[in-house]
């Protein structure tokens, strides 16, 4: 089964569809079950990489409220070579405080014995709940041996493991031509809920076969992430845990070098590999039924951005939406809200193509052809604000009485 | 029945209830139905002041995209001496361009005409969906002969026809004892849905037969809104369409001096009436089954006031709160998500005065406790910041099932 499922993202012509388990040459990954969760579910997730010179980047949120591992991460890790990736779902090590931070060193130690790295090499990531202290211990002990059950086709394990409230599967292993030789290039990620659109909430983990260098990485790495999981929004909660790692093992023997013909068609399929992991979690957003883009152009861009931001989390946008309401009515409130205090705005609205409000008053249009626009799977949103040169995207969910349910029933 | 239902507003010794359908001296009400809601309910509510010296002060939102009664207000009326107010429900009026406001004009001067007063001494208010031209005719048409049938009794009629998804009656008269004699004072406001902390999204109309300046009027009436309006969310969508107004008749003959014990005694009972009926709002908020308090205090006062906020207006504390889930995680998050940049972040969380996070890091607590503490209906948030001097508050409700069901299906 493919990846793509949007009209949003295409698949570019020189990426290949592989089996979605598989990692590229360099890789094993796999998972085990920590008793973190209930039911002996696989909740802890291992990637290792076997090349010497791997290299690597890494993205993390700027919440004031740092989960440990993140923490951890920034702080004692060798970033630019990462070696292995634990990651565990069912706990988030969030608001844990020191004990928190030992306990995440704990894990970080216990990957690193178990598979023969320093510390410095292992980066842990941790989503689920926040306050609640990790049994660091407890997932040492269920790694110990985990090197021999790593596997190149085990990546559906370790995707599996990282999971919460995730329905929709979010890995994927591409084969991809570069001017200078084939490459691969996979992902797994999770992210369902508490996304919001400032490095939205969620784990990706990216590999490839490529050699790149660690700069080079970090930019093509910050790049697509502006691209993709900045710019999606379920519910509008920035995350205690962001974690985004991409590690590069160089196995193919293909060095992408800064600037070539090579790293533009790598920049490419990563661009599009993490965009579509980042619709593929507001489409899985707690709940939705429908998912929605919004394009705002016009204005200035941070007035762009912020009209677009608005009404990416506007609760009355979102139920419209879930509801396959034409409402249109609340995507103008959230242009003023958020442009206060600038009556009378001359602004357009377009649902799907069919104009709504243009100077920003009603214009007349077919009801019929507007509710039959709005019942489909994914609703475009135009926004055009005075003035040009500026273009805000996101992507939302809707919300639902599935989003409700979830949220209201989480730790109780 | 006392309008006074929590405990986080309090009855002034010197304030005693009269009947809510009550207008003091020299006020009448009433309401038609001008058919802009179905089964011919009362829709257009129209208040008139008999006295020849009334006093009068307004507030509006600022909305980008102001609704056409609100420009009308505030380029066409003499708000400082407004004898009547005329306000439709089932139709907001808003992003109607030219055409609304001519709409607008048509239903003023239909009121001032039915009424005997000039167009800028009449106010006209607007709420319901966004986006439709109101029929400002047909409005007029039903305001002829109004004036015989308004009553200083009616103020409940009034109250009716100004509702949209409103469930609880926000409605008060009081009789004010103040050192210089005894006023009366009462209101009739609406709202329920796009309530956001800034001028939330609602109308109120209060009356007093004290005399006041227009100056002092418009100070108090800035004063109790910033405290009760300005204080509440239901889902932080700010309105086109926000209007509040005082009217004072001085009929009583007791005139409130600038700065004297009698202004004091005033503004208390304004606020009291102003803040019981915002948290009127909050508890009638679309869909809510319990109403909050966050209290802020430490930091800045604008980083107090932007964390108090984001966690009102968070879907991940409003679905806990709405589950009686004590997931104080969630508000973590949202601290953290404000003050981005700043972890480690040293804040403590109270839940109903149960401390549950100290120093960013949780802290032992009864978990049953707790699970109780947070199944009243009203619940009681504290966040403590680094350093002292600053205090935020915002009353909210919950995001429940009945939200989505009331937003998801409001115009089809």
Not at 270 to 279: E, G, I, M
Not at 313 to 342: E, F, H, M
Request: charge should be negative; glycine fraction near 10%; hydrophobic fraction near 45%.
């Amino acid at each position: 089964m493919s990846v793509f499922d949007s009209r949003w993202v295409g698949r570019p012509d020189f990426v290949s569809e592989l089996d979605p388990g598989s990692l590229p040459s360099g890789f094993v990954a796999g998972g085990v079950a920590a008793g973190l969760k209930a039911d002996g579910v696989l909740d802890v997730g291992v990637l290792m990489c076997m090349a010497p010179n791997v290299t690597s980047a890494a993205r993390f949120c700027d919440s004031g409220v740092l989960a440990a591992p993140v923490v951890l991460c920034q702080a004692e890790c060798d970033l630019q070579a990462i070696h292995a990736v634990v990651a565990n779902s069912g706990n988030a090590n969030a608001a844990t405080g020191e004990a928190g931070l030992e306990q995440a060193r704990r894990v970080q130690v216990g990957a690193a014995n178990a598979l023969g790295f320093e510390p410095r090499q292992v980066a842990v990531a941790s989503t689920g709940v926040i306050g609640v202290q990790l049994p660091g211990e407890q997932i040492a002990d269920a790694l110990m041996g985990v090197g021999s059950t790593l596997d190149g086709g085990h990546a559906g394990d370790f995707a599996l493991a990282i999971r919460t409230t995730d329905a929709i599967d979010k890995h994927a292993a591409w084969s991809v031509e570069l001017p200078g030789g084939t490459i691969r290039l996979s992902a797994q990620a999770k992210g369902a809920g508490m996304i919001a659109p400032h490095f939205a909430t969620m784990l990706c983990f990216v590999e490839t076969d490529a050699a790149i260098s660690a700069q080079r990485a970090d930019r093509l790495l910050a790049a697509a992430c502006e691209r993709s999981f900045n710019r999606i929004s379920v519910d509008g909660q920035l995350s205690t845990n962001d974690t985004a790692v991409l590690l590069a093992s160089g196995a193919s023997g293909i060095e992408i070098a800064a600037d070539s013909a090579d790293e533009e068609r790598f920049a490419q399929a990563l661009d599009a590999l993490l965009r579509q992991l980042a619709l593929l979690m507001v489409k899985d957003g707690e709940g939705a039924a429908r998912v929605a883009r919004i394009q705002v152009t016009g204005g200035d861009q941070d007035q762009a951005e912020a009209v677009a931001k608005a009404i990416a989390n506007s609760p009355l946008v979102k139920t419209a939406l879930y509801g396959g309401d034409p409402n249109w009515g609340r995507i103008a409130q959230a242009v003023g809200a958020t442009l206060r205090g600038t009556a009378p705005l001359s602004f357009d609205i377009r649902i799907e193509g069919i104009a709504v409000c243009a100077a920003g008053a009603a214009v007349d249009y077919d009801p019929a052809k507007l509710a039959d626009a709005v019942a489909h799977d994914e609703v475009e949103y135009e926004v055009k604000l005075p003035g040009t040169g500026s273009l805000a995207e996101y992507f939302f969910s809707d919300l639902s009485y599935g989003y409700v349910k979830i949220n209201a029933e989480y730790t109780t």
